[in-house]
């Protein structure tokens, strides 16, 4: 049996994660119906209500089971550095993190969809912070799957840095949170720029934590494609 067949055999869960899933997805059901029920004019969107999730099942499931290659304390600190500035320059252009706040302190949005609340948004005079679960838990996990590329790079600590220069899934993230900032611009189209947003963010987030995860399982890069072939 080849490498590849015993590396997709791995990828199909095991009766204790379905259930552990079921119980999961159960809970979410549950705190849409909540929701709904509870609270008075709540939004009833399909979009609304369902995409958080998304991005935080896709998030447990890749901290739960992607880590990184042994490495040395060098090359883990590197990485560490890449990805927390790739962090933050996810926060700051997604709107999680900005300069220049009102001033207004501390305050906590709970009157929103599962997902979205309990948001934490913080105005300071130097600095604004936006705490959205789902958006900072897909940031942190498109952090942590550089970083695990980083430390699985090979070709040196160089080529590991390098190499994210023209990585496609690392810089997807960003232009779509940069387009869709500019497609918020304009009153009149705020509300359709918002739901597109939303949708063209979820695609983009799954097809880049599927790139990402095809690199750090598969190797799939142009280097590990010439390797398998001159083999």
Request: aromatic letters at 12%.
């Amino acid at each position: 049996m080849s490498t590849l067949d015993t590396d997709w055999r791995g990828l199909v869960p095991e009766g204790r994660s379905l259930a552990l899933w079921a119980v999961v997805l159960n809970t979410e059901l549950l705190l849409v119906m909540l929701y709904l029920l509870l609270l008075p004019g709540a939004a009833t969107d399909p979009l609304l209500l369902t995409f958080p999730f998304v991005w935080l099942n896709v998030a447990a499931w890749v901290l739960l089971r992607v880590r990184p290659a042994p490495a040395s304390a060098r090359r883990r600190s590197l990485a560490a550095a890449v990805a927390v500035g790739y962090g933050l320059l996810l926060g700051y252009v997604g709107g999680v993190v900005g300069l220049g706040g009102t001033g207004a302190g501390l305050r906590f949005v709970l009157a929103a969809p599962p997902g979205f609340s309990p948001t934490v948004v913080y105005s300071g005079a130097p600095l604004a912070v936006v705490f959205t679960p789902w958006k900072v838990a897909g940031y942190l996990t498109l952090a942590y799957l550089v970083y695990v590329t980083v430390v699985d790079a090979s070709g040196g600590l160089a080529g590991g840095v390098l190499g994210l220069c023209s990585c496609v899934s690392c810089v997807l993230p960003i232009l779509a949170s940069v387009v869709g900032g500019f497609a918020g611009v304009g009153a009149t189209l705020y509300q359709a720029a918002m739901y597109q947003s939303y949708g063209l963010s979820t695609v983009v987030f799954l097809v880049s934590v599927g790139l990402l995860y095809a690199v750090h399982r598969f190797d799939v890069t142009v280097v590990g494609w010439l390797q398998g072939y001159r083999s």
